[in-house]
């Protein structure tokens, strides 16, 4: 059972609960890149069987997410999982006002994730230091916003809905701190729903609920689990025309080919074999589906 299962990942479990959940319902190989938070739901590609192999492949796409800003508090946290320690009033804005502060966030910029996140510093996780209330120096990292929008603007309740198209690595939790600054309050991200991984959209998700019922159901499990080829379709495709070809280059030998220099779609007989990489029309195995 080799591919990418997409499913729409519940609210209040972890994306190892989910990799753990369908490894045992389809007792088969399964991991995941890129986890999504705890109460946060949503796009997780699931890769199955040979499918682990690829996930460099997926690792590298960008995302959309439709995220809520609770202004006036701030977290430990930086949502809803830490404790309130700083609160300031919230100003009132119209709509217009508030989506011109958002798009100011387009573009390439440095953001500093927040210390409540899996990243390694000295092989450790940085929650592990800030659960031990120890000081570290947290790496900043470039990223990209692509495009974002206001969805909706409750005053009321002093929380923002928007949508963001971004970079890999970008946090949302952080966007939403740093969006509250720009309107000069604090706030923190309430809620958390991602719609968008590369190609793979919220549309074509499926419940955990679904792959439990439909387990033995062969077609729907065709109908759903998508091809590995579906995540190098930007990439052009090599055909390895020749038995002796194909041995060498499974052998990690360079064969001939016409192609421009990159990665691409390595075919032998119309059948997808995996990824290569061309340099000087010659291609080089990458990652060889089995």
């Excluded at 691409?264 to 029309?281: L, M, Q």
């Amino acid at each position: 059972m080799d591919g990418i299962l997409i499913v729409n990942k519940p609210k209040g479990i972890t994306s190892n609960d989910v990799v753990n959940k369908i490894k045992h319902v389809l007792n088969c190989k399964v991991g995941h890149t890129g986890t999504l938070d705890p109460n946060a739901t949503g796009v997780l590609p699931l890769l199955l069987g040979n499918g682990t192999k690829f996930s460099k492949y997926l690792i590298n796409h960008d995302k959309i997410y439709c995220a809520t800003i609770k202004l006036g508090e701030k977290t430990s946290t930086a949502d809803t999982e830490g404790e309130v320690i700083e609160t300031r009033p919230v100003k009132l804005h119209s709509e217009g006002f508030i989506d011109d502060t958002l798009k100011q966030f387009v573009g390439k910029q440095v953001q500093t994730p927040p210390i409540y996140s899996a990243i390694k510093v000295n092989g450790k996780k940085l929650y592990e230091y800030a659960r031990k209330g120890e000081e570290v120096e947290i790496p900043k990292r470039e990223i990209e916003i692509y495009e974002i929008n206001l969805v909706n603007y409750e005053q009321d309740n002093s929380t923002i809905t928007f949508k963001v198209h971004c970079s890999k690595g970008t946090y949302i939790r952080t966007l939403c701190e740093d969006i509250s600054e720009k309107l000069g309050t604090v706030g923190y991200m309430e809620e958390l729903q991602r719609l968008k991984v590369g190609s793979f959209d919220i549309s074509s998700a499926v419940d955990i609920f679904d792959v439990e019922n439909n387990k033995n159901n062969e077609e729907w499990l065709k109908s759903n689990i998508v091809g590995l080829e579906d995540l190098l379709l930007n990439y052009p495709s090599v055909e390895i025309k020749e038995q002796n070809e194909l041995d060498r280059f499974l052998n990690g030998v360079k064969v001939g080919c016409n192609c421009q220099d990159g990665i691409c779609r390595a075919y032998f007989k119309n059948e997808f074999i995996g990824s290569g990489i061309v340099f000087d029309n010659k291609i080089k195995r990458d990652v060889i589906l089995k």
